[in-house]
């Protein structure tokens, strides 16, 4: 992805970054893949998570 931002520390290109995550349901031994995906800046080492702005249910 060749997608970008100023970052609000040092002004630099921010880049896209996706990695994957496991989430560990509260009282079960399931874990759950999700994917996380946030701005890096690859000079000052800031970072902002972005939020997802819709939920995928693979049903109930």
């Given at each position: 992805?060749?997608?970008?931002?100023?970052?609000?520390?040092?002004?630099?290109?921010?880049?896209?970054?996706?990695?994957?995550?496991?989430?560990?349901?509260?009282?079960?031994?399931?874990?759950?893949?999700?994917?996380?995906?946030?701005?890096?800046?690859?000079?000052?080492?800031?970072?902002?998570?972005?939020?997802?702005?819709?939920?995928?249910?693979d049903?109930?």
């Amino acid at each position: 992805m060749s997608e970008t931002k100023e970052c609000p520390m040092c002004g630099e290109a921010m880049r896209l970054h996706e990695s994957q995550t496991l989430e560990h349901v509260p009282g079960t031994s399931q874990a759950t893949p999700r994917t996380v995906r946030e701005w890096r800046c690859p000079e000052c080492d800031y970072f902002e998570e972005i939020e997802e702005t819709t939920r995928r249910s693979d049903g109930d």
